[in-house]
């Protein structure tokens, strides 16, 4: 072969490839997240895609939210005349950790048969794993554009603390967003934090960027699967239960008691959220947690809460509930211990059925427009 002739297709190729490289980067094309083979050829997913053991839980985690509500059933069309839309933010307990998409929160009041203002009631999961306001707002705020009537926010204490809010995963890999959110809300936030990922010359390129794009199609692929089982987690035999005996400690953050100090909390975070419902309803639920009856229990109602502060953050919620008009169900001790899996907060089957039992009754305090 000709070794000039080979030469000059090289040069060529790689000439090729840095326009196109370089293409890429000036483009910075967010859209490919919202190219999806679900709801077109694949249904929806009935929860946003999370998962670390792909082989079988046909699932995977990844970071661009257009992706995520993409492949998610909420995206599958315009809102139906008939639907009284209803969405669900929170953490892994919302998502359902250890349960099918029908048992959750979600998946029990969908299935519930409910109607509102003569309008039948659709109940969406948008929980997504990590323990964040900023995260749930983040998500909040996108999930405004499809146009729901209801939102129900279940949340706990350990959401809360202000340094652990850049900290999620999806949070800090979404830094344009989270800027985005700080600026409109006047969030206390540092929009410098080097936990906030920001990538490159050379992390916005088409090499830098191989994994997000890899992941993308991976989920499309997935989508056989999931059409084909509806399994989107995997259900071990066996799990280490949630913890019940304690150590003496009952520090909260790092924080000691006696006060819980509001400041070190993220309320404006939660006010924001508030914020971009605008004019829809929002009702707050402070979630159930594990109360143990191990030793040192006294101290502390379960491995994440000194008894000391979640009394305090749930008198400190109520006072700010009643005083900025909020629609607030607290639930904090409505299941027995014996209803909870590997955490303190993630429920049974029958744990979520008494907390949808609870959320329905509030349904009825629901004024129609």
């Known amino acids: 072969m000709d070794t000039k002739f080979l030469r000059n297709v090289l040069l060529k190729g790689l000439i090729l490839f840095l326009v196109i490289d370089l293409a890429f980067i000036a483009i910075s094309p967010s859209w490919l997240g919202r190219i999806s083979l679900y709801n077109r050829i694949f249904p929806g997913r009935e929860r946003f895609p999370f998962g670390e053991d792909s082989a079988q839980s046909y699932n995977l985690s990844l970071f661009d939210l257009d992706a995520m509500f993409a492949s998610h059933i909420i995206a599958a069309g315009s809102k139906p005349a008939d639907e009284f839309r209803v969405i669900v933010v929170g953490d892994s307990s919302t998502w359902g950790t250890l349960l099918r998409p029908e048992e959750t929160l979600a998946g029990q009041l969908d299935a519930a048969g ?31 554009r499809y146009q729901s009537d209801l939102i129900l926010w279940p949340l706990t204490l350990e959401a809360f603390p202000a340094d652990k809010q850049l900290s999620s995963p999806i949070v800090a890999n979404n830094a344009a967003r989270v800027d985005d959110l700080i600026h409109r809300y006047d969030l206390p936030l540092d929009s410098t934090n080097p936990a906030l990922v920001r990538p490159g010359l050379f992390g916005r390129s088409l090499i830098g960027q191989r994994r997000p794009l890899a992941d993308l199609f991976r989920l499309q692929m997935y989508g056989v699967l999931w059409a084909a089982t509806g399994i989107d987690q995997t259900f071990p035999a066996d799990y280490t239960p949630a913890q019940i005996d304690y150590s003496t400690d009952v520090s909260f953050h790092g924080v000691q008691p006696p006060a819980l100090d509001p400041a070190g909390l993220a309320y404006g975070i939660l006010d924001a959220g508030m914020r971009a419902a605008g004019d829809t309803p929002v009702l707050l639920i402070n979630e159930p947690i594990l109360i143990s009856k191990g030793e040192n229990s006294d101290l502390r109602y379960n491995f994440f809460y000194p008894r000391w502060a979640y009394d305090q953050y749930r008198q400190q919620m109520g006072i700010k509930a009643k005083g900025n008009g909020w629609n607030y169900l607290d639930l904090w001790d409505l299941v027995p211990a014996d209803q909870f899996t590997n955490s303190a907060i993630h429920l049974t089957p029958a744990g979520e059925s008494l907390m949808a039992t609870q959320v329905e009754k509030a349904f009825a305090g629901q004024a129609c427009p």
Do not use: E, F, Q
């Not at 309008?119 to 705020?141: A, C, E, F, H, W």
């Open 114 to 144: 409910l109607s509102l203002c003569g309008r039948r009631v659709r109940v969406y999961n948008l929980g997504y794993p990590t323990i964040s306001l900023m995260k749930d707002l983040m998500v909040l705020d996108y999930a405004m």
